[in-house]
C-alpha cells in the first residue's frame, strides 16, 4: 500500500510538472519599447541634386589567429548598398540684383560637391571561431571601411564631371530665360571644397 502512495505521489508531482511546463510556455510574452524622439536641428537649405548614383559593395575579410582551422578563424562578408547625391550647395552662394544696371550676379561653387550619402549595410555571412570573435570595434572599421570606399568612388572625376554639365545646362538654361525678361545673368564661380 505504501509503494502505491508514493507512486501515486510522484505522479501527481509528474502531473504537475507538465501542467506547470504547458502553462508557463503557454504564457504570452509582453515586451514594452518605449522611445522618445527629440527634434535637435532644423536648418533650412538650398542644394541642387544633379546626379544620383547608387553603388553595391561586396567587402570580404578573413581572419585567423595561430592556424587556419575553424576555431581559429573569423570571416564576415559585408554587402553595402549606398545612394549618392551630387550637386551643388546653395546656401554658401550669394546673388546680387542691380536694378538700374539690369544683371543678376550669382555667385556659386565651381565644384560639385557630395551632398549626402545613404549607406545600408548588412553582414552577409558572418563566421566566427571558438577563440577569434569580432569585436564591435572590428565591425565599426568594417563600416567606416566600406564607408571610405563609397567616398573613393563617388568622388571619380567621371561623376564629378557628369554633375558639372548638368549645372552649366541649368546655369544656361537660367540665362536664357534672363535675356527674354531683357535682363543680363552673370555667374561668378568660387572654389569650393569636395564634402565628405
Known amino acids: 500500500m505504501r509503494s502505491y502512495t508514493y507512486l501515486f505521489v510522484i505522479l501527481i508531482a509528474f502531473g504537475a510538472g507538465i501542467l506547470c511546463g504547458i502553462l508557463w510556455s503557454s504564457r504570452s510574452r509582453t515586451t514594452s519599447t518605449p522611445a522618445t524622439l527629440m527634434l535637435e536641428k532644423v536648418k533650412e537649405v538650398i542644394k541642387i541634386v544633379h546626379l544620383e548614383a547608387e553603388f553595391s559593395e561586396l567587402l570580404e575579410q578573413k581572419d585567423y589567429e595561430f592556424f587556419n582551422i575553424s576555431p581559429f578563424r573569423k570571416s564576415v562578408i559585408v554587402r553595402a548598398r549606398a545612394k549618392v547625391l551630387i550637386g551643388y550647395d546653395l546656401d554658401s552662394s550669394t546673388v546680387k540684383a542691380d536694378q538700374s544696371k539690369k544683371t543678376i550676379t550669382i555667385q556659386t561653387s565651381a565644384r560639385p560637391q557630395i551632398l549626402s ?64 525678361a531683357g535682363w543680363q545673368l552673370i555667374i561668378q564661380e568660387k572654389p569650393a571644397r569636395l564634402l565628405q
Open 117 to 180: 550619402t545613404d549607406i545600408d549595410m548588412d553582414y552577409f555571412d558572418l563566421q566566427q571561431g571558438t577563440f577569434n570573435q569580432f569585436t564591435p570595434e572590428e565591425l565599426n572599421q568594417l563600416r567606416d571601411k566600406v564607408k571610405d570606399i563609397v567616398m573613393r568612388k563617388a568622388s571619380a572625376a567621371e561623376y564629378l564631371e557628369r554633375a558639372t554639365i548638368r549645372h552649366r545646362q541649368l546655369m544656361n538654361t537660367l540665362r536664357q530665360y534672363c535675356e527674354m
